[in-house]
């Protein structure tokens, strides 16, 4: 049975920094992401990495500011979240995909994890 157990998601202050974790176990994938959604709004592309060239992908509005790593062992994904912005206020949800085509879409990643709530307080 595939799980994705994410966590690292908290209340931080504006200009602050998180780190989430997302451990991944049952399968092995090709590509893990992070998506988010706020209040309202629908779910959206944050950040991805592949496993095959070790390339990473981010959303315009996270560059420079996320960065995503993999973990030494098995499928973690990491992503340490710096200078954030209230407009970081959101559920992130961890996804995994057999295949690393169009990463950018959620319907892309075949299993997700439930969620972390991240707050930032202006």
């Known amino acids: 049975q595939v799980q994705l157990v994410e966590s690292g998601g908290g209340l931080v202050q504006a200009g602050g920094s998180l780190k989430l974790s997302c451990a991944a176990s049952?399968?092995?994938?090709?590509?893990m992401g992070w998506f988010r959604q706020a209040p309202g709004k629908e779910r959206e592309f944050v950040a991805a990495?592949?496993?095959?060239?070790?390339?990473?992908y981010y959303a315009d509005s996270v560059k420079g500011r996320f960065v995503v790593s993999r973990g030494n062992a098995g499928n973690t994904l990491y992503m340490q979240m710096n200078s954030l912005k209230p407009e970081d206020a959101a559920d992130y949800y961890c996804a995994a995909a057999r295949y690393s085509h169009n990463l950018y879409r959620s319907r892309s990643y075949e299993y997700w994890g439930q969620g972390t709530h991240v707050t930032v307080s202006s």
């Open positions: 990495s592949t496993w095959n060239d070790e390339g990473t």
């Open positions: 049952g399968r092995t994938f090709n590509a």
